[in-house]
């Protein structure tokens, strides 16, 4: 049965265009889809468009994408195939005059289409972060970032190539599996996969992307607007607004207030509000950064403080900060504050900045009750954590990954290059694992393993006690 020679050049409303559908649905027993479904579907950019009218394509998309839904396959899935298929091999495909073309026909899972796959994925959560912080609600079919709908399919490629199951239809379920490591729940060539298998692209206590995932999608050069640098980019504007010779002190006033109060009472933010240092660009930012507590952490009419970091605890007891929980093994419980009274840094601000900041701030604090001379916390506008007068910098790191750690330190070291002695200090968490800090020092360049010194946090709090100027 060949396509009807009308089609190719047919054009109509969206009633006509279901009318036609109608007589071959009829013919070859098939489903029309309601007027609403090709509405969104044309809507979401799953049908082709070519003007206003509805097209003789679209009939036969129409009918395919009806086709395949009734096989419960994903709609990432049909897209791939509509796009790959002629009329002829549409209407071939509808009418069972041909064998159907395997959707999404696997590509070798080349090292480069393992690498892209996870780009994409990287990309897609990021740019769904940014648009839920919108407004948009996670699941609408059109407002999906084309990344993610493309990493669906892709995911979908290599478990079917696999010989598993495609898990990975519903985006709500993808994102959840975001928050474990790759090798709990990816298809089996990323599960695997030396670099992939420990990745993890969504925090499970903030549930926003990893440093890890802001790093991937970076690299596949789709996402500009990364959720660290746009903050600090955010910061850094309204802090020009400032006279040059105080910008760096008010540069450590807002990101160490930031740093001791994850959850703040609204008396502590109108002190620092009043700050005779900040202007109303960064009285401003300060609005933005902090927001009303969740009524999930309520108890009662309350919000409890950790006793160790100020910020929130959680249900059962234990801080919301992951940092805080690695450095304190018993939980301590602070003053309830009356839930209205209290405002809680923005999960990004907690995940970014406040949960990694404690291992910083515990150097800082260390240093200077010793005694030392110069102990600056974000010295010059952030060229480092902390600083021992202008000859040692120290960087504080908590990369779950060692591996991408070093990637990233190969590329730059930021501001410790200023330094003569030059310290990476690695959050107590992560150099207590095995083999982690052996496993970061020897993916550095050479030159980057002479001029760095790689040391735990409390073992570079030991060292600088004992030789602060060496």
């Given amino acids: 049965m060949t396509l009807p020679s009308d089609l190719p050049n047919w054009r109509s409303t969206l009633a006509q265009a279901l009318d036609r559908a109608g007589i071959i649905a009829d013919e070859y027993h098939l489903t029309v889809p309601t007027e609403r479904l090709a509405r969104d579907w044309r809507a979401s950019g799953l049908l082709t468009q070519d003007g206003r009218q509805f097209t003789g394509r679209n009939i036969l998309e129409l009918l395919r994408v009806r086709q395949l839904r009734d096989q419960d396959l994903p709609l990432v899935l049909i897209e791939q195939d509509l796009h790959a298929q002629s009329d002829e091999q549409l209407w071939a495909a509808l009418t069972g005059t041909a064998q159907t073309p395997e959707l999404l026909p696997a590509p070798p899972a080349s090292e480069s289409f393992i690498d892209e796959t996870v780009v994409l994925l990287a990309a897609g959560l990021l740019r769904q972060f940014k648009d839920t912080q919108q ?40 994102i959840h599996a975001c928050t474990r490591p790759m090798q709990e729940w990816a298809p089996a060539p990323l599960a695997t996969h030396p670099s992939y298998a420990e990745t993890l692209l969504v925090d499970p206590d903030y549930l926003v992307p990893t440093e890890e995932c802001d790093q991937l999608a970076q690299q596949g050069g789709r996402v500009d607007d990364l959720i660290e640098s746009r903050l600090h980019r955010t910061l850094m504007d309204a802090l020009a607004t400032l006279p040059e010779d105080e910008q760096a002190g008010t540069y450590t006033l807002i990101r160490r207030f930031i740093a001791e109060q994850p959850l703040a009472t609204q008396d502590e933010l109108q002190t620092l509000l009043l700050d005779a240092h900040l202007n109303a660009p960064l009285r401003a930012l300060i609005h933005q950064c902090y927001e009303p507590v969740h009524p999930n952490e309520r108890r009662g009419r309350n919000v409890i ?47 970014y900045w406040s949960d990694p900041a404690q291992e910083e701030l515990r150097l800082h604090r260390e240093l200077s009750q010793a005694g030392l001379e110069d102990v600056t916390l974000y010295p010059h506008l952030d060229r480092c954590d902390v600083s021992l007068g202008e000859h040692t910098g120290v960087d504080v790191k908590d990369h779950a990954n060692p591996a991408r750690l070093a990637r990233t330190l190969n590329a730059s070291i930021g501001g410790l290059r200023h330094y003569e002695r030059r310290i990476l200090a690695v959050a107590d968490r992560r150099a207590r694992q095995e083999q982690y800090l052996d496993r970061l020092s020897e993916q550095l360049t050479a030159p980057l393993r002479r001029s760095l010194l790689i040391l735990s946090v409390t073992d570079t709090i030991a060292l600088l006690k004992k030789a602060p100027h060496a």
């Fill in 305 to 351: 403080r950790c006793a160790h970091c100020r910020g929130p605890m959680r249900a059962d007891g234990s801080c919301r900060l992951a940092s805080c929980r690695a450095m304190h093994a018993t939980p301590a419980a602070g003053p309830a504050i009356p839930a209205e009274r209290a405002r809680v840094a923005r999960p990004e601000l907690l995940r």
């Fill in 135 to 174: 407004g948009k609600v996670v699941g609408i079919i059109h407002d999906l970032p084309r990344e993610l709908r493309q990493a669906q399919a892709w995911l979908a490629r290599l478990a079917l190539r696999a010989g598993e199951e495609d898990r990975f239809a519903s985006v709500h379920v993808l």
